[in-house]
């Protein structure tokens, strides 16, 4: 989930100014799995342990939270992010009461920082992005986040797409009618790939400078295989795959 060292950074950007940044272009960076905050807003019926909250007054930060993943209380984040799967309708649902929305779509913010805390644990396109200021880029106007509730497929993302085309188009006019440079992480590759190819040709042709993906899931993933059986743990000793596992499944 994260790309942080410098080495890595410094590859990535010398070969974006190689292969495909003859000029200067604006780029949107496109989430991995788990690469964009989350929130919820929960006015459930039912808990699954007395110490869970069963009504929230606001939206709440739900990933990443660190707070919310300490034993016990993970028996409440799981029921608060995990989906149920219709197989009639082959849709997703949220947990009863719950309802769930990605912050800062347009914003780099929710995708350099996942934790909104800015815990380093959750720090993600963050040094891309200095590097990329570094290069006299700006925030918020040549480097842009599109965010997304990374828990569902492209069929239930639908309205993503239509937003990223917007943000696309918005970031081509605001700089000056310069195509964009999409730079997508893991999971976000496939989902780069699937908003393309709803778009036409001409689209392509006078919107994107080029894809630039950092591992992008292409294969799929073995990973996922390991969590059906197992679970992960993230990487962090604080955590238990097995228990991560019962959200990670849906
Ligand atoms: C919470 O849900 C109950 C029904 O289950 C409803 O009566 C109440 O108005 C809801 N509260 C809020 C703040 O939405
Ligand atoms: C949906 O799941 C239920 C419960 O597991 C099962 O009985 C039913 O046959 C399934 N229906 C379809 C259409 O797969
Ligand atoms: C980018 O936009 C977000 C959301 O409006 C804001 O919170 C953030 O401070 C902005 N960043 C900069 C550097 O302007």
């Keep these: 989930m994260k790309i942080t060292q410098t080495t890595l950074c410094c590859f990535l950007i010398s070969s974006v100014v ?4 003859s000029a200067f272009h604006p780029f949107i960076f496109i989430p991995g799995d788990g690469g964009s905050q ?8 039912n808990s699954v342990h007395y110490i869970c909250a069963k009504t929230s007054t606001d939206y709440f930060n739900i990933w990443l939270n660190l707070e919310l993943l300490v034993p016990v209380v993970i028996d409440c984040w799981i029921d608060n992010i ?17 309802e769930i929305r990605i912050p800062g779509f347009g914003s780099t913010e929710p995708v350099e920082w996942l ?31 599109a965010p997304f509730d990374f828990r569902k497929a492209p069929n239930e993302n639908q309205d993503y797409f239509v937003k990223l085309k917007q943000l696309v188009e918005e970031t081509y006019e ?8 999409l730079l997508a992480h893991s999971m976000g590759g496939p989902m780069s790939q699937y908003f ?13 400078k080029c894809l630039v993906t950092l591992s992008g899931a292409w294969g799929g993933s073995v990973k996922a295989v390991k969590v059906y059986a197992i679970g992960d743990d993230l990487g962090s000793y604080m955590l238990n795959g097995k228990v991560m596992k019962l959200e990670q499944i849906t």
């Design 82 to 98: 995990k989906l149920r799967y219709d197989n009639v309708t082959r849709r997703t649902l949220n947990t009863d009461g719950v």
């Design 174 to 181: 605001a700089n000056g009618k310069t195509s964009v440079i």
């Design 115 to 145: 934790d909104p805390s800015r815990a380093s644990s959750g720090a993600y396109f963050t040094d891309i992005v200095n590097a990329l200021v570094k290069l006299g880029h700006v925030r918020n106007q040549t480097l842009k986040g």
């Design 38 to 45: 989350v929130e919820a807003k929960i006015n459930k019926t």
């Design 18 to 21: 190689n292969t495909c940044y």
């Design 196 to 208: 393309l190819n709803l778009q036409k040709q001409s689209w392509k042709d006078k919107y994107i």
